[in-house]
């Protein structure tokens, strides 16, 4: 069984640019969300996506967006790029979207590691 | 302000022995806390999770003890194996729709 994949791998764009990177939860799973994790930090809480709808929303400005499709994977926009935007992203996917969830986790993918220069 | 908090951003522990990795929080309202193992270039793995209303959840080699009234989890492995090394976060988890709140990581070395 595939798990959470994420597209790109890598990437490097420049300050101002646009960016989306991609990700396929596992099959089955209905709820995506999405992380950012800077160099010597946890990862931080961005989006949570449930059956195509924004349920939850992190501390970061209207520049990033993201949208689930009817076939459960997302995407993550991110515009106006800053240096500061430079992390890797991570996305997670879960069965559900309530508390049995912390039973078993959600699972991450190896994310896209994004460089703006 | 940080609401998840580990506050050892390494630890080094020998082969076989007892691996604690600590954690502490601030927000009461947290429903749940988990554990998740990272090695670089790969994304997190969970390992074990404990719900607020209990105080131990063992699984293997792995056991999170949760202390509400000091706001303190632990995280024990035993005994520490080499494949253990890995970057350790705690994570906290509200009402389903909020994502993870993660700490910063620890850096468990095993030694042999």
């Known amino acids: 069984d595939a798990g959470v994949t994420q597209s790109p791998t890598h990437l490097i764009k420049t300050r101002g640019q646009h960016v989306t990177l991609r990700c396929s939860p596992i099959?089955?799973?209905?709820?995506v969300s999405w992380y950012q994790q800077v160099l010597g930090q946890g990862p931080q809480f961005i989006f949570q996506?449930?059956?195509?709808?924004?349920?939850g929303r992190g501390n970061f400005p209207d520049r990033f967006s993201a949208r689930q499709f009817p076939n459960y994977s997302s995407e993550l926009n991110v515009n106006a790029l800053l240096l500061g935007d430079s992390a890797l992203y991570l996305c997670?996917?879960?069965?559900?979207?309530?508390?049995?969830?912390?039973?078993?986790?959600?699972?991450f993918g190896s994310g896209t590691r994004l460089t703006v220069v | 302000d940080q609401q998840v908090k580990q506050n050892s951003p390494s630890l080094s522990v020998q082969e076989g022995r007892i691996s604690i990795l600590n954690c502490d929080y601030t927000?009461?309202?947290?429903?749940?806390f988990l554990w998740y193992k990272k090695y670089p270039a790969e994304g997190p793995t969970f390992l074990i999770s404990?719900?607020?209303?209990?105080d131990k959840n063992e699984d293997g080699r792995f056991t999170v003890f949760l202390n509400k009234s000091a706001k303190h989890l632990s995280l024990h492995i035993v005994p520490s194996q080499p494949g253990d090394s890995a970057v350790y976060f705690c994570?906290?988890?509200?009402?389903?729709?909020?994502?993870?709140?993660f700490g910063k990581g620890t850096h468990l070395i095993i030694q042999p």
């Open positions: 997670a996917s879960s069965l559900l979207l309530d508390a049995s969830t912390a039973n078993y986790g959600y699972t």
């Open positions: 099959s089955g799973h209905k709820s």
């Open positions: 994570a906290a988890m509200g009402g389903g729709a909020d994502g993870l709140t």
């Open positions: 927000n009461s309202m947290f429903d749940y």
């Open positions: 404990i719900s607020s209303i209990k």
């Open positions: 996506y449930y059956e195509k709808e924004e349920r």
